[in-house]
């Protein structure tokens, strides 16, 4: 079938829903070649996805990954990666503000692909431990109200794409697919999207794979998290329907800033500035980011909040010191898992 959906791609045509799951089916089972792989995955970026195409591919990923079974709904904060912007891990440390708020958070991530810094990479360096299986990871959400899910631990059907994926070095739809395939089938999600005019069918894609209060956000400047430098574009699923509008930090009286102040280094630098963010040393720009994403999280989370109230919580969270307690109980608890 991936010959048929290349040959497809490049006469530009989209693949039906039907098609999408064949191909991923090949390439999540090893029947297709890696220069098979290689060329759809680059014809269908030139060509650009589908609703009807990512909800397939993303169907597959779920139904061939192992499964983690939460015992209440959790969310997940999440960026798709491929900004090209290199920001310090936003949404990772946005999870332990979220988490210290009693809303359990089930995030699923990888090392680095296409940034310099993937949450696995800061959460090792912060002490935690990755490799942790379906049932240790259940035991210590259970117990801290957030865990990590190290892709490559669930989803072993990606290890054939991996290679091609690297050697490509451009962004793909797997890019797209990673946020999508929550191995706890997250009801809740913030995605951030790299792309403004994605978002809207990311939010859609969501909205098919069964999330209920969801949100994919592009900032002006391309990031793939709420920014800070100006125009945020937020596509929500309310009620089964997307509904857009755009946020700026002033309106949650927060000051813009130069994406500079937002970039990030190794990730041990990385790992730092979260820890700073948490204790309450790091004030400005930095901690302000996170108050947005995980005020929009919490938003989602807790019923019948505003997101200017969601925000406050995040402060909260932080300047009681929840929000570090938080780090330093996950970490401990991967540590004993």
């Known amino acids: ?3 048929e959906a290349i040959y497809k791609l490049i006469n530009h045509k989209d693949l039906t829903y039907e098609e999408s799951l064949a191909v991923m089916g090949e390439m999540m089972d090893g029947t297709a070649t890696q220069a098979q792989m290689g060329g759809f995955l680059t014809a269908l970026r030139m060509q650009g996805e589908t609703i009807d195409e990512i909800t397939a591919f993303a169907t597959v990923m779920r139904e061939k990954g192992v499964k983690l079974h939460p015992e209440r709904d959790v969310m997940e904060i999440v960026g798709t990666g491929g900004d090209e912007v290199g920001t310090f891990n936003i949404s990772t440390t946005s999870a332990f503000v979220v988490a210290a708020a009693g809303i359990p958070v089930a995030k699923h991530g990888n090392r680095s692909i296409s940034s310099r810094s993937g949450a696995a990479d800061v959460l090792e360096n912060l002490g935690a431990k990755m490799n942790l299986t ?15 899910m190290f892709a490559p631990v669930y989803h072993s059907s990606m290890r054939y794409a991996a290679p091609v994926r690297k050697e490509l070095g451009v962004r793909t739809v797997f890019n797209i697919l990673g946020p999508l395939s929550n191995p706890a089938a997250a009801k809740m999600q913030l995605l951030g999207v790299y792309d403004k005019d994605l978002a809207p069918a990311l939010a859609q894609v969501l909205s098919n794979l069964g999330v209920t209060r969801g949100v994919a956000v592009c900032g002006d400047d391309g990031l793939d998290e709420i920014t800070l430098t100006g125009k945020t574009y937020v596509n929500e699923i309310r009620n089964g329907e997307i509904i857009s509008y755009t ?8 000051k813009s800033c130069d994406l500079s102040e937002l970039i990030g280094g190794t990730p041990k630098e990385n790992a730092e500035i979260t820890r700073r963010i948490l204790t309450g040393e790091e004030t400005g720009p930095k901690r302000d980011v996170i108050l947005m994403n995980a005020g929009m999280s919490l938003y989602l989370g807790i019923d019948g909040i505003t997101l200017a109230e969601g925000i406050e919580k995040a402060k909260e969270m932080i300047d009681s010191g929840k929000a570090y307690a938080k780090l330093q109980e996950f970490v401990k608890a991967t540590q004993e898992a």
């Open 1 to 3: 079938m991936i010959k």
């Open 134 to 148: 379906a049932e240790q990871n259940e035991t210590v959400l259970k117990k801290t109200d957030m865990c990590f």
């Open 247 to 254: 946020i700026t930090p002033e309106q949650f009286g927060l």
